[in-house]
């Protein structure tokens, strides 16, 4: 790779970092002290991660056809204004109705920022797509390791405003990935049209064949138990180990692991994904994370708390990477966009439903081992339709 691409993917991960990672992932990790600050309960809770993922579901198909009209770049620069505001807000409200507006305009920044970023730097490299998704994906686990230490110092520092510090840097983090894309991403070169442009009918026809494609519909359930069961992970896990005894700075740290994880296996689930293909990572992954889920609902304790970060941290890009490289497999180039919006409003989807529902379920007696141990039962329910995406993946390979 040349200096330009490096820059570009490098830019890409800071995008990846601050829109998944910082946006989505960290709340869980800042929740106990904004929670014992503001006096909310788990209920209330769970509807801050809703309202993000209720922003997500509701503008990422747009933020998709903007993306297609204008360009990725505009969007994934108007998703970094939008939350960088988040943050800020953030930072100074007090009052749940407001952090709710707030909360939301992190999941609008992220489906404006994170979805066309990845059709964007896919199609500057074709060939090697499971690669540079699983670079970009680093980024998530770049940005939860450094909460992993960051956020219970700077809590631990300030009871009281300590997390209201978190949420400003990570707005100045946010800056400082606006400027590097308004400096090093651009929009690919669109192919020149060959023979007559596509009717309205047969553009019409190329869309419902996509919605309509068992193995994006498959990839599409998945990736929705992904995005369900992740962010319960991600915001109530930590409250978990707490309520388990587990200490704060030890939960932290084990969080941080995961993320150190996820920087190093990035790349090296999309190196997978290219050459056994998608499916079969997919399982791979997905069956790993059924194991790691399940160990601190049999054992919560330090070591089953130690394995799930352990086992989890290896296999989210994993997760990630294989859904949305396999997303684009079956359509059309020119589909691409619109295959990995679609299979994303399943996620988003579960990501909406997955606070409220486990937020519910944990209530005022701390139910956390039930709320895991459905949590594990859908994850498992995705390594099935995993496994029979790749049966059907290999029939269409024979019978071509």
């Known amino acids: 790779m040349n200096a330009r691409s490096v820059c570009l993917i490098a830019s890409g991960v800071l995008v990846t970092l601050v829109t998944v990672a910082l946006a989505r992932l960290s709340f869980g990790l800042i929740l106990p002290a904004m929670r014992e600050s ?4 788990y209920a209330q ?3 801050l991660g809703t309202a993000t993922a209720l922003g997500y579901l509701a503008l990422v198909m747009v933020a998709g056809a903007l993306a297609a009209r204008r360009g990725g770049r505009v969007s994934i620069l108007l998703g970094l204004v939008c939350v960088i505001v988040g943050f800020a807000g953030l930072s100074m409200a007090s009052e749940y109705v407001p952090l709710l507006g707030l909360m939301s305009l992190l999941g609008i920044g992220t489906a404006f920022a994170y979805t066309p970023l990845i059709s964007l730097i ?3 490299f074709p060939a090697r797509r499971g690669l540079v998704i699983g670079l970009l994906n680093s980024g998530v686990g ?6 992993g230490w960051i956020v219970p110092y700077m809590t631990q520092l300030d009871a009281d405003r300590g997390w209201r510090w978190v949420w400003a840097l990570f707005a100045a983090v946010a800056v400082a990935a606006l400027l590097a894309t308004l400096a090093f991403v651009q929009n690919p070169p669109r192919p020149g049209l060959r023979g007559r442009a596509p009717s309205a009918a047969e553009r019409r026809d190329a869309r419902r064949a996509v919605f309509r494609d068992p193995r994006v519909v498959i990839v599409g359930l998945v990736y929705g138990i992904v995005g369900l069961t992740y962010i319960v992970q991600a915001i109530f896990m930590y409250s978990y180990a707490l309520a388990a005894d587990i200490d704060a700075h030890v939960a932290g740290a084990l969080a941080a692991f995961m993320g150190m994880l996820g920087i190093v296996f990035g790349p090296v689930w999309g190196s997978l994904s290219d050459r056994l293909g998608r499916g079969q990572s997919l399982t791979l992954s997905m069956a790993m994370a059924f194991v790691s889920t399940l160990l601190p609902v049999l054992s919560p304790t330090l070591f089953g708390f130690a394995a799930h970060y352990l086992i989890l941290g290896v296999a989210v890009t994993g997760m990630f990477t294989s859904s949305l490289a396999a997303s684009t ?6 589909q691409a966009p619109l295959a990995v919006s679609y299979v994303t409003l399943f996620f988003a989807t579960g990501q909406l439903l997955g606070p409220t529902a486990a937020g519910w379920l944990i209530g005022d007696t701390e139910a956390f081992r039930l709320t895991f141990g459905v949590s594990t039962g859908l994850i498992l329910l995705g390594v099935l339709l995993s496994i029979q995406l790749t049966r059907m993946s290999k029939a269409s390979l024979d019978r071509a």
């Open 38 to 41: 503001l006096a909310l309960s």
């Open 45 to 47: 809770a769970g509807h």
């Open 122 to 124: 896919g199609t500057w």
């Open 142 to 147: 770049t940005g939860m390791m450094s909460a």
């Open 329 to 334: 497999e079956w359509v059309d180039a020119d």
